[in-house]
């Protein structure tokens, strides 16, 4: 199975940085992705890693660590509209399917 | 491109009564998965299929739950009789095919109340 942790909540002020930690125990893994939710609307796709480093795009940028189980999400220069909830997800080894956390909520303020 | 569609947006029902949820996955995506996602938590695979056979339903409560993709396009998911638990918003997802790297395209969701 999966056991997968994240903080339930973050607050930043707009312009800022904030860095979103996701820990993962798995029986496998086959990739770790990153979905943006706004309250009450679909989860988007933000990221996807599978191997060891940084991914940038742009204000977002994933990283993993496969031999921690670790991976963050990095919004830089914060905006009102990154205001949502932040979900970690991972997916496994054999059968591909996707493991969410809870979701971090980010509160951005002005 | 149009997304992925769902209906009805909203729903409210008794306990031990139906219901039936719609979605029209993107076209040309072969993979349909159907979440469960209850308030504070992250959202939970009920069921996957590929095109119109069944991949994983692991986690769907057989006893109540049923799901069909016939044509292997559009798909239902239903509920019977309902109960409280259930009360949820119930997201649609569609893939190009399962494999490493598919990013999965959600639905806007369907949110259950059951009294």
């Known amino acids: 199975g999966q056991n997968i942790d994240q903080p339930t909540e973050m607050t930043a002020t707009e312009g800022a940085i904030v860095q979103i930690n996701c820990t993962y125990q798995?029986?496998?893994?086959?990739?770790l992705f990153w979905y943006q939710q706004h309250a009450g609307e679909a989860p988007t796709f933000l990221s996807y890693?599978?191997?060891?480093g940084l991914e940038e795009k742009g204000r977002f940028s994933s990283f993993l660590s496969r031999s921690k189980g670790y991976s963050y999400l990095l919004l830089k220069e914060l905006q009102m509209k990154d205001s949502a909830s932040y979900l970690c997800a991972v997916r496994g080894p054999n059968d591909y399917k996707l493991s969410f956390g809870a979701g971090t909520t980010v509160t951005v303020r002005a | 491109e149009a997304g992925v569609a769902q209906s009805p947006r909203y729903k409210i029902i008794e306990k031990r009564q139906s219901v039936a949820f719609w979605c029209n996955p993107i076209?040309?995506?072969?993979?349909l998965y159907w979440y469960q996602q209850i308030l504070g938590q992250g959202p939970k695979l009920l069921i996957q299929?590929?095109?119109?056979?069944?991949?994983?339903d692991s986690q769907l409560p057989k006893d109540r739950f049923s799901a069909e993709r016939l044509k292997g396009v559009d798909s239902t998911l239903k509920i019977q009789p309902a109960k409280l638990e259930d009360s949820a918003v119930y997201l649609c997802a569609s893939s190009l095919k399962t494999g490493t790297g598919n990013e999965q395209f959600f639905g806007p969701g369907t949110r259950l109340t059951v009294l």
């Open positions: 798995t029986s496998g893994f086959n990739g």
């Open positions: 299929f590929q095109n119109n056979g069944v991949v994983d």
């Open positions: 076209s040309g995506h072969a993979t």
């Open positions: 890693n599978v191997l060891d």
